[in-house]
């Protein structure tokens, strides 16, 4: 069964930076995309940024230009670095892997900015 470990989140200021990785136990190249969600309180899971196997990434209007996400088949990662970060971005960060529509997802990380 694939399995997808996050690195730990964090506590940063505002305009601050965090990189998020996601160790994927398979080649992450096996995978249609990849990506990270995110969910705050009270709020629905979104999308935050994804990746797909031709390197096609899409990311939400609210973190464009501040997230990048890059996936990486040595060590099989997935990387979301994240830039200028304000206190809405304070979420639990989960990172997904999807394979014709079955998605496998990680434990979450929480992230949190001080403002």
């Known amino acids: 069964q694939v399995q997808l470990v996050e690195s730990e989140g964090g506590l940063v200021q505002a305009g601050g930076s965090l990189r998020l990785t996601c160790t994927v136990s398979e080649n992450i190249f096996n995978f249609n995309d990849a990506g990270w969600y995110r969910q705050a309180p009270g709020k629905q899971r979104e999308l935050v940024a994804s990746i797909n196997v031709g390197d096609r990434t899409n990311y939400a209007d609210s973190v464009k230009g501040r997230f990048f996400i890059a996936r990486d088949m040595a060590p099989n990662t997935v990387a979301l670095q994240m830039l200028n970060l304000k206190a809405e971005d304070t979420a639990v960060y989960y990172c997904?892997?999807?394979?014709?529509?079955?998605?496998?997802w990680g434990q979450g990380t929480q992230v949190t900015v001080s403002s």
């Open positions: 997904y892997c999807n394979r014709l529509g079955s998605f496998v």
